[in-house]
């Protein structure tokens, strides 16, 4: 019977067959141990040469690292391993031989891998991250639906930039000139009139000059935008939500934190409700702390990011930032109009900030106003006026980065092992 690494504890004492890659082989005289992988997950498997044909022991001893077999054996318990079984082999089927896979069981260097992606992608490292980038998907659909929202896919080509004009890729659309979407909060927000409760996920673009850990050119973002809801109502959303998905990482992607080495306790700290700071108390925090090259009206860098989240033991929301410093469409706070409000909500352990969303402007003139400081004049806006002139009501939303969020959960240092072929700065290949 054909089955998966996955599912061979269903298969205890019982012969399967499996489709398989070699990813690694260790063997003596009279015994090969392969580690085999299928897609699924990892499992050794071991040839006895006492319990197999002649031709069979020597196709396995001779196995060049990431062919491609069909393996059959019985499945075992072995208590030493982390999925719990291996297999004892009774044949072998080679499908593909795979001769001088560059990447070996030595160290390579991170660029080398970086021209590998399409084969480092095979890797356990890399495999957990993205069973790790799976599960957030998926919880992520799971937690809105629930929750009532609908799921709306705003478009990728646009003619106008949601979050200014600098970080915009151009592209030509016949006769117009057009850009690859930032953002699709714009459009969110007319979906929300539609449909009350919507989310979005998909790819967004900037072209930004940034080679950090937490940039990427290319990513993806999930973004609700409700309306009939204030700003500290949209928090405890975005509190909930992250809460959701960490809970969901813990209690299904077991093994693959395991393979990561992911502290878990970091992991069970993230429960609802996160700390809330404003931007005024988090700028006095930083003097405290001997920052004296930032002052009220700067916007903060990694480093104060890191401070700020080092003083508190969860995720903490930095709220109410300086209008200057922030997007045109976000809402003043009422009687202190220099700032808005919103929030970014900043990981611990120095992953920076997870998620930008605000409470937006409701109010034609103001909106108006602000057109003109930022210089919205062309045609490509007209529509996002409407949305204020025909039944505004109150509305929030936000933007959660997945890529960010991929490395928090998993631990990993930089954002290009959270994407399968990450856009960076000086990288579009493979
Ligand atoms: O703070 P940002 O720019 O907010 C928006 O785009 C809003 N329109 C979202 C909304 O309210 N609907 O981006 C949101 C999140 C950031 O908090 C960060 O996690 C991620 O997107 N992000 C990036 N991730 C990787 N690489 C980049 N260059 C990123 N820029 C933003
Ligand atoms: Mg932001």
């Given at each position: 019977m054909k089955t998966t690494i996955s599912n061979v504890k269903k298969h205890e004492n019982e012969t399967v067959t499996i489709g398989a890659w070699l990813e690694n082989k260790r063997s003596s005289g009279k015994i090969a141990f392969l580690q085999l992988r299928d897609g699924t997950g990892f499992m050794q498997a071991v040839v006895a040469k006492n319990d197999v044909d002649e031709e069979i022991f020597q196709l396995a001893k001779n196995l060049h690292q990431e062919s491609s077999i069909y393996i059959t054996g019985k499945i075992v318990e072995d208590k030493r391993s982390p999925l719990g079984f291996e297999m004892q082999v009774t044949g072998l089927e080679l499908i593909h031989e795979a001769i001088d896979?560059?990447?070996?069981p030595k160290e390579h260097g991170t660029e080398f891998l970086m021209d590998h992606r399409h084969l480092w992608l095979r890797s356990r490292r890399q495999h957990a991250v993205m069973k790790i980038r799976n599960e957030i998907i998926r919880s992520t659909y799971q937690f809105f639906n629930q929750q009532g929202f609908v799921k709306i896919d705003p478009p990728?080509?646009?003619?106008?930039?949601?979050?200014?004009?600098?970080e915009l890729f151009h592209t030509q659309y016949f006769d117009e000139e057009a850009y690859l979407s930032q953002s699709g909060q714009l459009y969110m927000e007319a979906a929300a009139m539609a449909f009350g409760k919507v989310f979005s996920f998909g790819p967004t673009f900037r072209a930004e000059k940034s080679k950090t850990r937490?940039?990427?050119?290319e990513f993806w973002m999930i973004e609700p935008e409700m309306a009939f809801v204030d700003h500290e109502e949209s928090l405890q959303i975005q509190e909930n939500y992250v809460s959701y998905i960490a809970k969901s990482v813990l209690e299904n992607c077991q093994l693959e934190l395991a393979t990561l080495e992911r502290d878990t306790s970091k992991l069970e700290q993230?429960?609802?409700p996160f700390p809330r700071i404003s931007y005024d108390d988090a700028i006095t925090l930083l003097k405290e702390k001997g920052f004296t090259d930032i002052d009220w009206g700067d916007d903060f860098g990694a480093p104060h990011e890191t401070a700020i989240a080092e003083h508190f033991d969860k995720p903490v929301f930095i709220t109410n930032y300086p209008a200057e410093i922030k997007a045109f469409y976000m809402k003043p706070v009422p009687g202190r109009e220099e700032v808005v409000l919103c929030a970014d909500l900043i990981a611990p352990e120095?992953?920076?900030?997870?998620i930008g969303g605000s409470q937006r402007i409701d109010d034609l003139e103001l909106m108006k106003e602000r057109y003109e400081e930022h210089g919205?004049?062309?045609?490509?806006?007209?529509?996002?006026?409407d949305l204020q002139k025909y039944g505004n009501v109150p509305h929030s939303g936000f933007g959660l980065g997945l890529e960010r969020t991929v490395a928090w959960l998993s631990g990993v240092d930089h954002v290009r092992e959270t994407i399968p072929f990450p856009r960076l700065l000086n990288r579009l290949y493979p």
């Open positions: 896979y560059p990447i070996t990728i080509l646009t003619a106008s930039s949601a979050e200014g004009t600098t937490r940039h990427l050119i993230i429960q609802a120095g992953y920076g900030e997870i919205l004049t062309g045609d490509a806006y007209k529509w996002y006026l």
